[in-house]
């Protein structure tokens, strides 16, 4: 079945340094990619999405393109700030109508 | 615009009841997704409804109920509960399906003894 692996965590990173959160999924046909996250003590929010092969989401300075030949969607963000801290989920939605989430990742950036 | 609600926000039920949850979506949207998150877990997918149909669902036994409202409003009912039931349920709205952007409630935290 259709499936989303992400890096485990937690991670800890100070301010300004690079992140890069991997993701690697399993999927029939063509399904759409996002990263949600979830702010503490705040709900699940879509972060970006991308929808086909070579697309790039982008928001509030992080970025994933979406590599169909590597089945990858890999977050990245060239400089953390300490309001970043969050867990960061990766997920897809195939054409069936079904939706699936990576376990999630924690990031944490120390000042 | 108004957001997603859910109520209640935490429940505690016995091994083998019955819960019913609820989740009001968000203005204009018609579609609305379930989901299950145990401690420490990602979301795990339960069902999608669109235009108060059935219209995708996760690995879940029949067990895992729901309704769609004409308002769009939705419920969930799981029947003879399990300890394995015990988890955070999410109640997520979008305008067209998964494809599309999910507006997450804030959940409600079911305890099963």
């Known amino acids: 079945g259709d499936s989303v692996t992400q890096m485990e965590g937690p991670v800890t990173l100070s301010e300004e340094a690079f992140l890069t959160i991997n993701c690697t999924y399993t999927a029939t046909g063509y399904p759409s990619l996002f990263w949600y996250v979830q702010y503490p003590g705040e709900g699940l929010q879509l972060l970006l999405k991308?929808?086909?092969?070579?697309d790039k989401g982008s928001n509030k300075g992080f970025e994933a393109t979406y590599r169909k030949e590597t089945t990858s969607f890999h977050l990245e963000k060239g400089s953390v700030q300490v309001s970043d801290s969050a867990v960061y989920f990766c997920a897809l939605s195939n054409t069936g109508n079904q939706f699936y989430f990576g376990t999630g990742t924690s990031l944490t950036v120390i000042p | 615009e108004t957001g997603v609600t859910q109520s209640p926000t935490h429940l505690i039920k016995t091994r083998g009841q019955q819960v019913t949850l609820r989740c009001s979506s968000q203005s204009g949207h018609n579609t609305v997704s379930w989901y299950q998150q145990a401690l420490g877990q990602g979301p795990q997918f339960i069902f999608q409804?669109?235009?108060?149909?059935?219209?995708g669902r996760g690995n879940f036994p029949p067990r895992f109920s729901g309704l769609q409202f004409p308002n769009y409003s939705s419920e969930l009912n799981v029947n003879a509960l399990e300890l394995d039931d015990s988890a955070l349920y999410l109640c997520?709205?979008?305008?067209?399906?998964?494809?599309?952007?999910?507006?997450f409630g804030p959940g409600t935290r079911l305890l099963v003894l």
């Open positions: 997520a709205s979008s305008q067209g399906g998964t494809q599309e952007t999910q507006y």
């Open positions: 409804y669109y235009r108060e149909e059935e219209n």
């Open positions: 991308a929808t086909k092969a070579d």
